[in-house]
Nanobody
């Protein structure tokens, strides 16, 4: 069983920054791909950014150039630096680890609210 714990959410004005962190309980973290997803009220959960074990990153078009995903395998930690935040970035943000085909674990989520 893998436990993921997110932190760093909060309320910020448009144009501001937040840094989200996700800590995994298992050492298997270092060899598995991970990702950040978000879900806004009334909308489906969507991929924000992903990172492979080797550090290759991928971003949703809506956050490219503003968000940066990173990981520290030694600390079992993944981060999401969010800059130039917009009201449309308001959502609950979840971290996810992929252990294999259709085998995922999720964190409990952290709320990000961007005021205009």
């Amino acid at each position: 069983q893998v436990q993921l714990v997110e932190s760093g959410g909060g309320l910020v004005q448009a144009g501001g920054s937040l840094r989200l962190s996700c800590v995994a309980s298992s050492g298997i973290f270092s060899i598995k791909p991970m990702a950040w997803y978000r879900q806004a009220p009334g909308k489906q959960r969507e991929l924000v950014a992903s990172i492979t074990a080797g550090g290759t990153t991928n971003y949703a078009d809506s956050v490219k150039g503003r968000f940066s995903i990173s990981r520290d395998n030694a600390k079992n930690t993944m981060s999401l630096q969010m800059n130039s935040l917009k009201p449309e970035d308001t959502a609950v943000y979840y971290c996810q680890i992929s252990l294999g085909p259709s085998v995922y674990y999720w964190g409990q989520g952290t709320q990000v609210t961007v005021s205009s």
